[in-house]
RNA sequence: GGUCCCAUCGUCUAGUCCGGCCUAGGACGCCAGGUUUUCAUCCUGGUAACACGGGUUCGAAUCCCGUUGGGACCGCCA
């Protein structure tokens, strides 16, 4: 299996997403591994969006995988938009029609439908081979109207390409019949589409999703027929949901725009994408920056089976991620959320808000975790009063111990209002007691009224010497 | 149904091309222990896989054949 990569001359791929949807994570990993081959090699990445669908092509939805991509952080060096390049289509069209390599076909759709299943029930393989392939309908305007345009298919034997993931693949070329280009002389299909335009753009390697292989023969054909030169192909495993098929929207979300509002880092999304397929030679290291992947990644390496879409493990990296982030950072990225609920507003001091955000940076593992994670902060808190119960304790005790924290808070001065000044005070106190929990733990759960929360002595901090009196207050009240 | 692709822990994978270093390594998850008032972090340890059957060979996760299983595609979508 000969899978050498020919570099020769400079590397170009592309991206040929087609805007009839959002930017589906697979859809992104394949963008990912043109990138990183692109870079890896110093090559050219060209952005071309797959348009020639005018009804099912959105404007909008290009802007989300343009936008997607975009926060990926796969920049691309040359953009193109194959519904502005339709002429250049149309001149190959009519080469091949003059050519007698293509030819006009007026079978319904309805016919069509009728064949194929019938090829199906008798076990044939499902193919078009036409029977006006070898009429000449030139000048019946009115029939040529109601007309696709196919490849005149006489090719026997089987069509063989090296695929830089898989080795040798081949097709029985018999088996794809008269398969259609173009809707009309100015309306081309895909795969008509996609290889003339790879041969304009000069594309080097044709990387796409597994999804595409059977496309591959008929693209071959008609690049031959034009007397083009192929590209080497690689065709990258697909994604699958947990219950290995294809990923989907019933395996969850599956839109990256989904995914950068939950609040994912893009270095994470880059990262764990990468991992998916790929695997760098050095086992240990999986936290992986663009610099380090783009420099190990070798399409070579690439896995030639499925990967299954794991949210743990990209929660797991996204985390982090967030860990690494500078507070600054953190704090800006959280922002949006925290302003959508209503927990902050433009007056907020960005210093006080650093350092109610830093108790929680790692305890979180995507941002919109954030508003449920420092909501005690803002919100008035609601708890049973059991939890304020120590293990090793009761009833009696918790308040008893409130009560004593509430008489040494009230003669702490609010100008040594913080975390260490706070700590210096009550720890002696609570380590007198021979059980800090004793302590602690009613004291951290009277301040956040939960049952896993940061320290006290940061909570107290951030909410001040009034806050915490009166929640103290409210424990009390609660254990009688 | 036809064609093509794939097959190592639950998951991502190393090892496969060039058979022995593999009593199969790493990471996520999970479990246990340590640190901690709790949670998270961090540290230590553990759990768990070569789909099956033949062959080739002194020796196979690795090579060959078959079986089984899974997937993708089969459009006047891309």
């Known amino acids: 299996m000969d899978k050498s990569v020919n570099t020769k001359g400079g590397v170009r791929v592309r991206m040929a997403p087609s805007p009839t949807g959002t930017l589906h994570v697979g859809t992104a990993r394949t963008a990912l591994f043109n990138y990183l081959f692109a870079r890896h090699h110093k090559g050219t990445y060209v952005m071309r969006i797959e348009d020639t669908d005018r009804e099912r092509s959105d404007k909008k939805l290009e802007e989300n995988i343009t936008e997607g991509l975009k926060w990926l952080g796969l920049e691309?060096?040359?953009f193109y938009r194959q519904s502005e390049r339709m002429g250049v289509y149309e001149q190959y069209l009519r080469k091949l029609?003059?050519?007698d390599k293509a030819f006009y076909c007026w079978h319904t759709k309805d016919e069509l439908q009728v064949e194929r299943e019938k090829q199906m029930k008798s076990k044939e393989a499902p193919r078009h081979i036409c029977s006006y392939r070898d009429e000449d309908i030139r000048d019946e305007k009115e029939k040529i109207k109601r007309s696709i345009i196919r490849f005149k298919n006489n090719t026997r034997g089987d069509i063989e390409f090296t695929d830089l993931v898989r080795g040798k693949v081949k097709f029985d070329a018999q088996n794809l019949g008269d398969f259609s280009i173009a809707r009309s002389i100015n309306d081309p299909l895909y795969n008509f589409a996609v290889v003339v335009d790879d041969n304009e753009m000069q594309i080097t390697h044709v990387m796409r999703?597994?999804?595409?292989i059977s496309n591959t023969p008929r693209q071959i054909l008609i690049l031959e027929a034009l007397n083009w030169e192929r590209p080497q192909y690689a065709h990258i495993p697909l994604l699958l949901g947990s219950d290995k098929s294809k990923l989907s929207k019933r395996h969850g979300a599956t839109s990256v725009s989904e995914y950068k509002d939950m609040g994912y880092l893009p270095a994470a999304m880059f990262n764990f994408l990468a991992l998916l397929g790929w695997h760098p030679k050095d086992d240990e290291k999986e936290i992986m920056n663009k610099e380090q992947i783009i420099e190990e990644f070798m399409i070579s390496d690439v896995q030639q089976s499925g990967a299954i879409f794991d949210i743990e493990k990209l929660n797991w990296m996204n985390a982090n991620y967030i860990?690494?982030?500078k507070l600054k950072e953190f704090r800006q990225l959280c922002m949006p959320y925290l302003e959508n609920a209503n927990l902050i507003d433009k007056k907020t001091d960005n210093d006080w808000l650093e350092k109610i955000l830093g108790m929680e940076q790692e305890r979180i593992k995507k941002l919109s975790d954030i508003v449920d994670a420092v909501k005690f902060i803002f919100e008035d808190i609601n708890y049973n009063s059991e939890l304020l119960i120590w293990r090793k304790s009761d009833k009696k005790d918790a308040a008893e111990q409130l009560r004593e924290l509430n008489a040494i808070i009230e003669k702490i001065d609010e100008k040594n209002w913080n975390k260490d000044e706070l700590e210096k005070i009550i720890m002696?106190?609570?380590?007198?007691?021979?059980?800090?929990?004793?302590?602690?733990?009613?004291l951290r759960v009277a301040v956040s009224g939960k049952k896993a929360s940061p320290g006290p002595f940061e909570i107290m901090e951030v909410l001040k010497k009034k806050k915490v009196l009166s929640r103290i207050d409210n424990a009390i009240k609660k254990l009688q």
């Open 76 to 78: 691309w060096d040359e």
């Open 97 to 99: 029609l003059e050519e």
């Open 209 to 212: 999703g597994e999804d595409h």
């Open 323 to 325: 860990r690494s982030l």
């Open 428 to 442: 002696p106190h609570a380590q007198e007691k021979g059980d800090r929990g004793r302590v602690l733990w009613p």
